[in-house]
């Protein structure tokens, strides 16, 4: 490791009222110094590099100008927060991001007064906004209210709607787009900057609201054709003709690594903004750090790295990763089936459908972050006979539920939910984890709920979602790698509701569903030895269930535990509520349901997170004991 970086001007600040004394011609050097201290940080314990350069000076800017905490400022996502949490107080636990009991790689209200508003998923920065800008109006505030949304984010419909009801309801916000692909308009140098500290200033922003008025007098259609005429024209040169028809008044695009374009504008908004205000500002990911700016998609989320080359630290993989295990599959069954496609929202590295792009680029649709839109997208192409593959992290299938349940399984349309990222994901914390998709699926009607308990299970799953056409169906695995398990060369076509036995055993029952089954089969060493004979199962379907499995181990065990990698209401509610209704447990069985612990856990180590949920060898057996009212003697277990 490279020893911390100097950073003299940067020493001086701890929060944003000490920002607020430096000199405007020093913020330059302090920009240098914070990219630094960011850099170091990241370095030694991963996480997102490329947004937060990006918006060292926009941050910086930001709080020089405005009255934080009082003046709210929102990050939308919040993976570019970095810089935002050095400035705010948090620089002495930088070096804790998304470590445990370290700070969180997002916005996180309880984490410091400087995050009014915690965010992870995208989109939401400028409702939440609205409402903040709302109620200071309610309440009487002159506060300000920013969110600062990225260009990606904007591919979302909430964002939208949102922008309609902002200029609907002349609230005052300030929207700041940071457009770092340059993906809407490219800044045009020094006359940019001229135009948009001109139409910002008060002048301008006066004669505009004196302009209404003044047409108001006229009727309203009257005053719409002028007012509409006006902003056509200044959209023209400025590009935000679109934002100005919702109602917003629209400035930029500026430089968003200048302090002399930033300062003048900020201001100037601060000073004389009345109603909703976007402001278009153009950065570059990775700024001011080489390898990052040379591969921004690399930089975007990064393991521990060597500051001086940018080499990333890499693990060695025992195993190849669930995710590159589903789109190698899937890639082998779209060469075979035709009416196979992959469709993706904004995930494609992530969720392994980038494989199949690689072969099938006609047949692989990424439709940006638009988890609503993804499901109907592929409800359509089903409707039509396509085999659709709508493969979505867990917690991102959330946001689509309502198109899950009208769109799709109402219809009883062949829709395949591959859900990457179950159960606990580690570093990204709560607002990432999939905790909820087996409860939330289980419970439809007509819809086939599967999990992989290894990479080889995953490949059999693949195979039976490509043949199943009667309604929605979809299998779930964890991030990381598997287990090591040898892997078919084609999977196999499993028969629908039915699971298996891996040991079998005489009075202790494990019946897992999902990757839980390894830290099952360990368990039932430890319990063997103690003079516990244990059978364990592999349920593979949450829906429908193995009727015939449970009655047999309900039926010929003393106790049942079913272990699972989501959140009560899932596989084990489904188990116990089939056994109440066939009496099952009229005779004495004793059952306990394993899930994820009902509060919303912070980030640590995904085994550290398993093992304080009581889902690891050792928690599995303890709830053994504990269910047989015995003392835990003499069993052995390797942590």
């Not at 570059?284 to 001086?308: L, R, S, T």
């Not at 499995?549 to 990698?565: D, N, S, W, Y």
């Amino acid at each position: 490791m490279t020893s911390i970086p100097a950073t003299p001007l940067l020493d001086k600040v701890k929060l944003p009222s000490d920002l607020r004394v430096i000199e405007d011609r020093d913020l330059t050097q302090l920009a240098r110094e914070l990219r630094d201290e960011m850099i170091d940080a990241v370095s030694r314990t991963g996480g997102h590099l490329g947004a937060g350069l990006g918006v060292v000076e926009l941050t910086i800017a930001i709080h020089k100008v405005f009255n934080t905490p009082d003046d709210r400022l929102i990050f939308d996502v919040g993976h570019q927060c970095y810089p935002h949490k050095i400035l705010t107080g948090r620089r002495d636990r930088i070096r804790t991001l998304r470590q445990e009991d370290g700070l969180s790689g997002f916005t996180r209200r309880a984490e410091s007064e400087y995050d009014p508003f915690g965010a992870a998923h995208s989109s939401t920065s400028i409702s939440a906004g609205l409402g903040m800008a709302v109620a200071a109006d309610l309440s009487g505030s002159k506060r300000n209210v920013i969110a600062v949304i990225g260009d990606g984010a904007m591919s979302a419909g909430m964002a939208y709607e949102a922008l309609n009801n902002a200029g609907a309801l002349d609230a005052r916000l300030i929207v700041i787009l940071n457009d770092n692909d340059m993906s809407i308009a490219p800044p045009t140098g020094a006359m940019s900057a001229y135009l948009a500290r001109l139409a910002s200033g008060r002048t301008y922003m006066g004669f505009r609201d004196l302009g209404k008025k003044l047409t108001a007098y006229l009727g309203k259609n009257v005053d719409r054709a002028i007012t509409r005429a006006v902003e056509h024209a200044r959209g023209y040169v400025t590009g935000g003709t679109m934002f100005e028809e919702m109602g917003f008044y629209h400035i930029g695009p500026i430089d968003g690594h200048s302090f002399d374009h930033l300062l003048p504008v900020l201001r100037n908004v601060r000073d004389n903004a009345r109603g909703p205000v976007l402001i278009h500002v153009v950065t570059q990911k990775g700024k001011g750090y080489a390898p990052a700016e040379a591969a921004a998609d690399k930089y975007h989320g990064v393991n521990k790295f060597d500051v001086i080359t940018g080499a990333q630290a890499k693990s060695k993989p025992n195993a190849p990763s669930y995710t590159s295990v589903f789109g190698e599959a899937l890639v082998q069954e779209a060469a075979l089936d035709e009416k196979i496609v992959g469709v993706t929202a904004a995930m494609p590295n992530g969720t392994g459908i980038d494989k199949l792009a690689d072969v099938f680029p006609a047949r692989t649709f990424d439709v940006g972050i638009a988890e609503q839109h993804a499901v109907t997208f592929a409800a359509g192409l089903a409707a039509e006979g396509y085999k659709p593959f709508c493969a979505l992290y867990s917690t991102f299938l959330q946001r689509g539920y309502d198109q899950i349940v009208h769109d799709v399984a109402i219809q009883g349309l062949p829709v395949r939910f591959p859900i990457d990222r179950a159960g606990f994901v580690g570093a990204d914390g709560p607002t990432h984890a999939g905790s909820f998709d087996t409860t939330f699926l289980a419970t439809l009607p007509g819809m086939v709920v599967m999990a992989a308990a290894d990479e080889a299970e995953l490949k059999h799953m693949v195979r039976t979602a490509a043949a199943y056409d009667e309604g929605p169906i979809s299998f779930r695995y964890p991030r990381g790698e598997g287990v090591g398990i040898e892997l078919p060369e084609r999977g196999q076509i499993l028969e629908i509701g039915k699971g298996r036995v891996v040991k079998q055993g005489a009075k202790v029952a494990l019946l897992s569903f999902g990757t839980r089954l390894k830290e099952c089969v360990l368990a039932a060493e430890d319990l063997d030895a103690a003079g516990l004979s244990t059978t364990v199962a592999d349920a593979r379907f949450a829906k429908p269930l193995d009727q015939d499995l449970i009655r047999q181990l309900a039926r010929h065990h003393e106790v049942l535990i079913t272990i699972e990698e989501g959140a009560v209401g899932g596989f084990g509610s489904h188990v116990l509520q089939f056994l109440a209704t066939e009496g099952l447990l009229d005779n004495g069985l004793k059952i306990r349901s394993l899930v994820l612990p009902d509060i919303w856990m912070q980030q640590a180590s995904p085994d550290a997170m398993y093992a304080k949920a009581g889902l690891d060898r050792a928690g599995i057996v303890s709830t053994v004991f504990k269910t047989l009212g015995q003392p835990q003697i003499g069993v052995g277990f390797a942590g």
